[in-house]
T-cell receptor, first 111, second 114 residues
Framework: SQTIHQWPATLVQPVGSPLSLECTVEGTSNPNLYWYRQAAGRGLQLLFYSVGIGQISSEVPQNLSASRPQDRQFILSSKKLLLSDSGFYLC??????????FGPGTRLTVL | KQEVTQIPAALSVPEGENLVLNCSFTDSAIYNLQWFRQDPGKGLTSLLL?????REQTSGRLNASLDKSSGRSTLYIAASQPGDSATYLCAAALSGGSNYKLTFGKGTLLTVNP
């Protein structure tokens, strides 16, 4: 069966510090991968998606970036965090245009 | 740009009641529509997916319908239970292929009281 992992589960970082969130998927090959952010009162916002290794599309201009170094690994990064980067970050995968399956999320607090 | 709206934002019902959650979308050219459940502090769990060519999907006590022409979907929950308490999110996929992306509503917070 397929599983999706995210770490860390929670993170508290000072403004201006770097960020690296990791997402890995097991049990499937060549999945579509997605990063979402969920902020209070704003709903779930798609940040990045990837249809293959090294192929990243950005949905929202911001100080975040994403990379896909391996088929089932998706990384969300930032060089300098802003207060507005606080939120709940969710990774998801799908096989083509089918159901998206979500990871457990990372709660990021920027102070 | 696709916009998805969910009404009501919150709903509280007694156990055993049947209920309907509403979702509307502005662009009827959707590829599919999905319903998810989110428990506090957790990720999303997929409940039902309706393809654009379908009218409804059922899973256990859940039934989701889709009316593309009116830009609406409903999630019907029969015989609600306290364990159904969660936030329910709908999401519309505007196109397939490499542009397959979901636009989410803000959700309906459901509380089922024992």
């Amino acid at each position: 069966s397929q599983t999706i992992h995210q770490w860390p589960a929670t993170l508290v970082q000072p403004v201006g510090s770097p960020l690296s969130l990791e997402c890995t998927v097991e049990g499937t090959s060549n999945p579509n991968l997605y990063w979402y952010r969920q902020a209070a009162g704003r709903g779930l916002q798609l940040l990045f998606y990837s249809v293959g290794i090294g192929q990243i599309s950005s949905e929202v201009p911001q100080n975040l970036s994403a990379s896909r170094p391996q088929d089932r690994q998706f990384i969300l990064s930032s060089k300098k965090l802003l207060l507005s980067d606080s939120g709940f970050y969710l990774c998801a995968w799908s096989v083509g245009q089918s159901t998206q399956y979500f990871g457990p999320g990372t709660r990021l607090t920027v102070l | 740009k696709q916009e998805v709206t969910q009404i009501p934002a919150a709903l509280s019902v007694p156990e055993g009641e049947n209920l309907v959650l509403n979702c509307s979308f502005t662009d009827s050219a959707i590829y599919n529509l999905q319903w998810f459940r989110q428990d506090p502090g957790k990720g999303l769990t997929s409940l039902l997916l309706i393809q654009s060519s379908q009218r409804e999907q059922t899973s256990g006590r859940l039934n989701a319908s889709l009316d593309k022409s009116s830009g609406r979907s409903t999630l019907y929950i029969a015989a609600s239970q306290p364990g159904d308490s969660a936030t329910y999110l709908c999401a519309a996929a505007l196109s397939g292929g490499s542009n397959y992306k979901l636009t989410f509503g803000k959700g309906t917070l459901l509380t089922v009281n024992p």
